[in-house]
């Protein structure tokens, strides 16, 4: 497993955000933005699309207990269908990053293109969250937190097996919408009706 950087540079309060769920067929996009001591390590943090579900749930309790500050925020379907996914996932880390309880100085970003956060710089970093540790650590919240709120849909709507994909385009969930059709939960933008099965990929983040 490669080591995560423990920071991006050394003299300002860094806040790693990430978010997770965008390219989903239905429920929330959730971001998280976190604030850890730069002496935080643990040797399972990485990219949590790396990582098994149980190591994820285990690094959310150590990340909540041990981090200076963290934020988790979603943006719902209806809103996503509103402004677009990309606008909304930049909506749900500002939204996180507005949670925190210190103010970060600099904002470290996964990806490579953000809407500036007023009054913080930021520097956007392609597949960060398997190079520094806070975003890392965004990701893990980001992604168990969008999870268990799918699994809690699940029960509203058990044809789709949120409880197993997520809300992603698996051969489950497309054969369950053209069977019973779309739920309040999904994404009316992604023209998923319309759209040919073979344009979408199974795996879940």
């Known amino acids: 497993m490669p080591s995560l950087l423990p920071y991006y540079q050394d003299r300002l309060l860094e806040a790693g955000c990430d978010e997770a769920g965008r390219g989903c067929f239905a429920g929330?996009?959730?971001?998280?933005?976190?604030?850890?001591?730069?002496?935080?390590?643990?040797?399972?943090?990485?990219?949590?699309?790396?990582?098994?579900?149980?190591?994820?749930?285990?690094?959310?309790?150590?990340?909540?207990?041990?981090?200076?500050?963290?934020?988790?925020a979603m943006v719902s379907n209806e809103e996503i269908d509103r402004i677009n996914i990309l606008k909304a996932s930049f909506l749900a880390m500002?939204?996180?990053?507005?949670?925190?309880?210190?103010?970060?100085?600099?904002?470290?970003?996964?990806?490579?293109?953000f809407t500036p956060y007023t009054g913080i710089p930021h520097v956007c970093h392609v597949k960060g969250d398997g190079k520094f540790t806070s975003i890392a650590a965004a990701s893990i919240l980001a992604k168990t937190y969008r999870d268990e709120w799918m699994e809690k849909a699940h029960f509203e709507y058990p044809s789709y097996g949120w409880n197993q994909n997520k809300g992603y385009g698996t051969v489950v969930h497309r054969k369950a919408i053209a069977e019973v059709g779309l739920s309040p939960y999904h994404r009316l933008s992604f023209r998923l009706l319309q759209e040919t099965p073979e344009l979408f990929a199974e795996e879940t983040e």
């Open 28 to 72: 929330p996009v959730c971001a998280a933005a976190v604030v850890l001591p730069r002496d935080f390590h643990h040797p399972l943090l990485n990219d949590s699309k790396q990582l098994k579900a149980a190591q994820r749930d285990l690094l959310r309790t150590v990340i909540e207990k041990e981090a200076i500050s963290f934020g988790v």
């Open 94 to 113: 500002h939204n996180a990053i507005a949670k925190l309880a210190v103010i970060p100085e600099l904002l470290l970003i996964d990806g490579n293109r």
